[in-house]
C-alpha cells in the first residue's frame, strides 16, 4: 500500500517524506497519526508513534528506527526493552481477525 501510495505521490508532484525526519501523517483507514519511514529495503512502512514494551510485541513485528530515520525490522531479535511497531499491524479499519493476530 504504501509504494501504491509514494508512486501516486510522485507523479502529483507530491513531497515524499524524507526518512531522516520521517513523515507526519494520518492513516486513510482510521486517521490515526503516524510516521512514514523508509526500511532497509527501500520500501515505506507506517509506524506507530511512541515506544511498546518488547514483550507485548510479537517477534516479527518490532521495528527500530535508525539515526539517519530508516525503519529496521528486528525480527527475532530481542531489544533490551522497547520497540516500534507498524500502524498497519494495529490499524482498526484493518479486519478483525488479523488485528486480534497482533493485539
Avoid: Y
Avoid at 508512486?7 to 520521517?22: K, M, W
Avoid at 510516521?35 to 507485548?56: D, M, N, Q, Y
Avoid at 525503519?71 to 533490551?80: E, K, Q, T, Y
Amino acid at each position: 500500500m504504501a509504494a501504491i501510495e509514494l508512486g501516486t505521490a510522485a507523479r502529483q508532484l507530491r513531497a515524499v517524506p524524507d526518512p531522516r525526519t520521517s513523515g507526519g501523517t494520518s492513516c486513510k483507514r482510521c486517521g490515526a497519526s503516524a510516521e512514514w519511514h523508509r526500511t532497509v529495503r527501500g520500501k515505506w512502512i507506517l509506524i506507530e508513534p511512541g515506544e511498546r514494551a518488547v514483550g507485548s510485541v510479537p517477534a516479527g513485528k518490532r521495528w527500530r528506527i535508525a539515526g539517519d530515520g530508516t525503519a529496521v525490522n528486528l525480527g527475532s531479535a530481542i531489544p533490551a526493552d522497547t520497540c516500534r511497531i507498524s500502524h498497519f499491524d494495529l490499524c482498526p479499519a484493518r479486519s478483525a481477525g488479523a488485528a486480534a493476530a497482533v493485539a
